[in-house]
């Protein structure tokens, strides 16, 4: 009988983490773009750590975010400083993100939720990855970014590799500006899944 009892509880046991792997990998939606739970990349399979999303003037749809990890986590500092794969999708629902204005926005607002230091050291890499947003976002456009540890950070645009930029300072800042202190409270709890 006791037997029987540790068998079975194992088994439920097993049940249960199965049960809950599969919870967290289910897919999710937001603003209608849907994020599959789980993606391949770079050889790892990463999960959906969190999806976000950004509105002007609090009805305009501009885009929905997602933000796959090989580690999930609702840790900002973990999502930041970790060396893992990290790989962000952004799927545009707006005809008005024109390269002009996505240019100066991810300049102000990398500049803005970096410290200073930071941001002089890092301003020729800055200056590069937003001189790659070079096309006006239309809805259903996206912009793929993905870190891999030893490689760095790389931007597909409108589906087009556009580059990397292998210093791993300016990856921190990207997710920084992602998910740190100053970025926008939609994009940053969403993405940690909060």
Known sequence: MVKKQGVLLVLLIVLVA???????AEDVEVLGVKFAGEK???GKLLKLNGVGYRKAFGFVKVYAVGLYLENPT????????SEQIKHMVTYYLTSKATAKKLKAGFIEEITSCNPPDMVARQQANIDKYASWLDKDMKPGLTSVSTYIPGKGLTLEYQGRIKGTITDPEFARMYYTYNVGPKARKTVRKGLLGK
């Open 40 to 42: 391949q990349v770079a």
């Open 18 to 24: 199965f049960t809950m792997d599969t919870v967290s």
């Open 74 to 81: 609702h840790d900002p500092d973990q999502v930041i400083n």
